[in-house]
């Protein structure tokens, strides 16, 4: 969402002021960008979601939400392969799911008293997205969404605006999808973001003004979670927007908020979620990206430009063209925040 208003642009000010005496924030560049989504003059593009292709990771996707009108494809060029329309669909998630194919669900708030969740086949090959049905995401409207592999079934955490989480069992058939209600999570005030760690089970979701949270995401574990990480204007600036993991070993590797109040990317060491650094993506020829919704990581090589993997953020300030989504090198980002480090 488009967190910077007018009447907060003296907040705002003071916070990046108190950054920058507090901690760096180094600047990467943009290597990559979509096309405009084709929304124009709106805040449109929201949130992407990567798939690599093992075998031939430069014919990788990206899919990404235009939240007024529906979804994109891209390929690593940035070009539009395929268009699904779906009216307002706000954020999306995939899976690889081996011989049964790769899952895209998207949040879909349509209906703003009623989220629900659009399951698609990606077709690998060509990037068209199929239809194979629909689960209901709670009572609320829709906003966030993430996918985590339980005991080898897909379960879809449904984040609402009013901050409800709604844990949902899909039950995928060859031709048509659905979902059980599994159970119900919360947090006190607005969310969106969230990100599953499969390795440990752990849900993490981001309350856009207070920080981040941490569940068990277990189907059968407690409700109850904790915030792990607050927004305090330094570190993490709110809004608190889209997360991102990049996983390492057993337990580490790095989470990724978006620092959305001052257009930055807050960096955190797994397990401990200690503060490990700061970083923009700004420089280069492609420009930088303002006001993150949603964001996405993917390990592995995908191309000489992403030798060590792929960094996907939503520019919601990309003028004079409607909002886009840029991409950035995962090893070029850890190579500075590393060479900034105390």
């Given at each position: 969402m488009q967190a910077i208003q007018t009447a907060g642009l003296g907040l705002l000010l003071a916070a990046t002021l108190?950054?920058?005496?507090?901690?760096?924030?180094?600047?990467?560049?943009?290597r990559g960008q979509t096309v405009p989504v084709g929304t124009v003059a709106d805040d449109a593009a929201d949130d992407p979601a990567i798939w690599r292709d093992p075998r031939n990771p430069e014919r990788s996707l990206i899919v990404g939400t235009d939240k007024k009108a529906g979804l994109h494809v891209y390929r690593l060029s940035g070009?539009?392969?395929?268009?699904?329309?779906?009216?307002?669909?706000?954020?999306?998630?995939?899976?690889?799911?081996?011989?049964?194919?790769?899952?895209?669900?998207?949040?879909?708030?349509?209906?703003?008293?009623?989220?629900?969740?659009?399951?698609?086949?990606?077709?690998?090959?060509?990037?068209?997205?199929a239809a194979v049905g629909e689960a209901e995401g709670g009572a609320g409207e829709a906003y966030g969404v993430c996918?985590?592999?339980?005991?080898?079934?897909?379960?879809?955490?449904?984040?609402?605006?009013?901050?409800?989480?709604?844990?949902?069992r899909l039950d995928l058939g060859r031709d048509k999808a659905s979902g059980t209600l599994v159970r119900k999570l919360s947090v006190p005030s607005q969310a969106e973001g969230c990100v599953v760690d499969n390795r440990t089970r752990t849900l993490y979701v981001g309350e856009e003004r207070a920080g981040v949270w941490v569940f068990d995401a277990g189907p059968n574990a407690p409700a109850e979670g904790r915030l792990a990480i607050r927004a305090?204007?330094?570190q993490l600036v709110p809004d608190v927007e889209g997360?991102?993991?990049?996983?390492?070993?057993?337990?580490?590797?790095?989470?990724?908020?978006?620092?959305?109040?001052?257009?930055?990317?807050?960096?955190?060491?797994?397990?401990?979620?200690?503060?490990?650094?700061?970083?923009?993506?700004?420089?280069?020829?492609?420009?930088?990206?303002?006001?993150?919704?949603?964001?996405?990581?993917?390990?592995?090589?995908?191309?000489?430009?992403?030798?060590?993997?792929?960094?996907?953020?939503?520019?919601?300030?990309?003028?004079?063209?409607?909002?886009?989504?840029?991409?950035?090198?995962?090893?070029?980002?850890?190579k500075a925040v590393r060479a900034a480090a105390p």
């Open positions: 108190a950054i920058s005496a507090t901690a760096q924030t180094v600047a990467v560049p943009a070009e539009s392969v395929h268009f699904t329309p779906a009216g307002r669909v706000n954020n999306v998630d995939l899976v690889d799911l081996g011989a049964r194919g790769v899952l895209v669900v998207a949040s879909d708030r349509n209906d703003p008293a009623r989220a629900l969740l659009k399951l698609y086949r990606l077709n690998t090959r060509s990037g068209a997205l996918l985590a592999v339980i005991d080898r079934q897909v379960h879809v955490f449904s984040v609402l605006k009013d901050g409800q989480i709604v844990q949902v305090d204007g330094e997360l991102a993991l990049s996983l390492k070993g057993r337990t580490g590797g790095w989470l990724v908020v978006s620092s959305q109040g001052d257009n930055a990317y807050a960096l955190y060491r797994l397990p401990d979620l200690a503060p490990a650094g700061r970083f923009r993506i700004a420089g280069g020829a492609l420009g930088s990206t303002e006001e993150t919704d949603g964001i996405a990581l993917a390990p592995g090589r995908f191309s000489r430009t992403y030798p060590d993997g792929l960094f996907v953020a939503q520019d919601g300030n990309n003028a004079p063209d409607a909002q886009n989504f840029k991409l950035a090198s995962w090893a070029e980002i850890l």
